[in-house]
């Protein structure tokens, strides 16, 4: 039997140096491009002799063609970033790559959480604006995610829909990604951001992942609400503000063209916090219904308190190291494999299996 990661990686390797199969047959000794080409779908075996030889003419790691703990030429990434350098972004994304190969590794389509069939919007870059907040506020119906919807979010993403949540550290420059793999689809977020951008952002990459066959993102997009100018960019801030703030539930906070101007402040900072988003969004999100004026003023709101700001989710998720402790308890991943590909301490590790409520394994 074939080792599929074997073709996908050999495709990869030649793209990436821009070569063709015939290049790759020189170099193997093979007579033509068409062996070259099976072994890229998968229908002939590579010989490990070939593997040496590719492995020692590029220069790569032993383990390249075969280490199921990396992603290479798969998944397709969407990041949100604001002036960050392209090589700190392709360094962080092999490295995130590790940690969603690690989970598709040690889990099967059972263990992942959601349906098995990939769900998505009726939308495409010729709907409209309402249409794709009216698919957020249905969200938040259909889904049951209370008064507050920020704080189920995650739970949503992960039970009803399939799609990994991951909570990880990142750059300040980095806000998070979206990621679709053939298996499996994810989100990572930044965690040491404020949990009214935090939460837009997951909102945001939610909609990317519920309309990637319509409206594949852009590999790179500008973070900050209010500063991206496509079309696909905009519907998803639609849909990320009405799945966040829904009509129904602003309209419990009052008329706010009837407040004052220090009323309408502490209004904005009071229903802001409430639904963990940011006044920013808020004030959009009140223009967007017309429960404000275009022209009204972007107010000087107090900001919120140290401990609103400063409270962070717990590293990765519950979902996520489950499969991993799983693995190290069965013998599929070392504690040492797995504290090197996560890039934390072994303490570390035990202490965030305690928080997130799994046994850690006794090698940990």
Not at 67 to 80: A, H, I, N, T, Y
Not at 163 to 183: F, T
Not at 227 to 243: G, Y
Request: aromatic fraction near 8%.
């Amino acid at each position: 039997m074939t080792n599929p990661l074997i073709g996908i990686r050999l495709k990869a390797l030649r793209e990436s140096r821009d070569l063709n199969q015939d290049d790759i047959a020189e170099l193997l000794g093979i007579r033509d491009r068409q062996t070259v080409s099976a072994l890229e779908k998968g229908d002939r075996r590579a010989k490990p002799n070939e593997l040496a030889a590719l492995i020692d003419h590029f220069g790569l790691d032993d383990d390249y063609f075969t280490d199921p703990f990396r992603l290479v030429g798969e998944g397709q990434f969407s990041w949100r970033q604001s002036g960050c350098a392209p090589a700190a972004l392709n360094t962080y994304r092999d490295r995130a790559g590790k940690w969603l190969a690690l989970y598709r590794a040690l889990s099967s389509a059972e263990d992942r959480p959601g349906p098995r069939e990939r769900l998505s919007l009726r939308l495409s870059e010729h709907s409209t604006y309402e249409m794709a907040a009216g698919e957020g506020e249905r969200l938040t119906i259909t889904c049951n995610m209370g008064e507050v919807p920020a704080r189920e979010l995650p739970r949503v993403m992960e039970q009803d829909f399939g799609i990994l949540v991951l909570m990880v550290d990142m750059d300040d420059q980095m806000s998070g990604a979206a990621c679709r793999l053939p298996e499996m689809d994810a989100v990572l977020v930044n965690r040491r951001e404020n949990p009214g951008r935090r939460n837009f952002d997951l909102a945001h990459e939610f909609f990317h992942l519920l309309t990637w066959d319509t409206m594949p993102p852009k590999p790179v997009e500008e973070a900050g609400e209010r500063s991206r100018s496509s079309r696909t960019e905009k519907l998803a801030d639609n849909f990320a503000a009405a799945l966040l703030m829904p009509r129904r539930l602003l309209e419990k906070f009052g008329q706010w063209v009837h407040f004052g101007v220090a009323e309408r402040a502490a209004r904005m900072r009071q229903v802001a916090d409430h639904f963990q988003v940011s006044v920013t969004a808020l004030h959009w999100r009140l223009v967007f219904l017309g429960f404000l004026t275009k022209n009204a003023e972007m107010l000087d709101v107090p900001t919120p308190s140290p401990k609103y700001l400063q409270d962070r989710p717990l590293a990765f998720s519950r979902t996520f190291l489950s499969v991993v402790a799983r693995g190290i308890e069965t013998g599929r991943l070392s504690a040492a494999r797995a504290v090197k590909l996560l890039g934390i301490s072994r303490e570390i590790l035990r202490d965030l299996l305690i928080a997130h409520g799994v046994p850690a394994p006794v090698t940990v």
